[in-house]
């Protein structure tokens, strides 16, 4: 069990503080019609919310138009919940990542510079969490954003929100480093009374954690609000490590997280 309070508290941020469902969907179709430009140039009715049903297999953003490709293709939901395979489809798109983040990032840029309003309009912060990071400012417990997005897209999210945590406190996808060797890197040098709690979304991330030599006294915490399915928030309940957080006892006090 971790300690009653962290000194370092790190966050994932789609899934744990924003869901960006809609733009992720809107982004993925805009990166489909760039790849495949015969594409209709609306989606299929219906499409979104299979998108929406599916969305917590995603861990990185190349994979989002993969994800579309997969439902157009008609692989039914369960197998994809069940057997996410995004390698396999690169080769059948014929692109490899890097070009698909190219595109991604472009897109996303190209609809920021036309309309930002609406990007930002296409994300919302979940209930109670700006309170909450607003509640910590100024206090001894540092926040850092730790995400596989460009942390130059969190930072806007969050300054219009009135947060500005700044650029060394927002690990983004640019860091080219995975989620544990951050958090490696956070909780050096050790002291006595220093703590690193991690709330995350994704299991999988979490064992990840798990397994890394020096993050053995992490705490960790799976957001159950978040893009993950009722196997993993029933596979947290089962695991001594793993805390599973309800979107209540993350918008309240610390010691409430931990308590039984």
Known sequence: MPASTPTIL???????????????????????RRLRPSAA???PR???????????VVEHGWEMPLLVMALLAGVGEAEILERWRPEALLGKLGRTRDEIVAVLDGVRDEWIAADEGDWLDHHRFYPGVIHRLRRLGGG?????????????????????????LGVEDVCGKEAGRPKPEILRELVE?????????????????LEAV?????????????????????????????????VLLSLERFAGDFPAWVKA
């Open 10 to 32: 790190a966050l994932d941020f789609d899934g744990v503080l924003c869901d960006g469902t809609a733009e992720y969907f809107g982004a993925a179709w805009r990166v489909w």
């Open 140 to 164: 001894p417990t540092r926040v850092v954003i730790v995400t596989t997005k460009e942390g130059r897209f969190a930072r806007k999210l969050l300054v219009r929100q009135g947060l500005d």
């Open 210 to 242: 798990k397994s890394t030599p020096g993050l053995d006294d992490v705490g960790l915490f799976l957001a159950g609000w978040g893009y993950n399915t009722p196997r993993d928030r029933e596979a947290a309940r089962g695991d001594s490590r793993v």
């Open 46 to 56: 219906g499409l979104v919310d299979r998108y929406a049903r599916v969305r917590p």
């Open 189 to 205: 040098p050790r002291s006595p009374a220093r703590s690193l709690w991690f709330v995350e979304d994704r299991l999988k991330t």
């Open 41 to 43: 140039p609306d989606p």
